[in-house]
């Protein structure tokens, strides 16, 4: 299953609007996408596209998260995903 790290950009981190602006980017995919912290175990990981999900995370500023998906398109998906992540939201 391909992944990407990612290191969170948002000075709220992955919380409020940026939590927002990335589940509704991931439910535009035609893919699953998953998210998860670095070092927590793969069947831990939440689905990207639920906001409640990002919230509960808890992925703050400079918090690394692994980003997971599986199918065609998989690896534009992880792309696409982790430039979000990777940049600042709240400034937006």
Known sequence: M???TAVVASASGLHARPAAIFAEAAAELDVE???ALAGTP???AMDASSILS???LGAG???TVVLRAE??????AL????T???TDLDAE
């Open 2 to 4: 391909p992944e990407r």
């Open 33 to 35: 996408v998953t998210i």
């Open 42 to 44: 793969e069947d831990e």
């Open 54 to 56: 990002l919230m509960t």
């Open 61 to 63: 500023n400079g918090d």
């Open 71 to 76: 199918g065609p398109g998989a690896e534009e």
């Open 79 to 82: 792309d696409k995903l982790a």
């Open 84 to 86: 979000l992540v990777e």
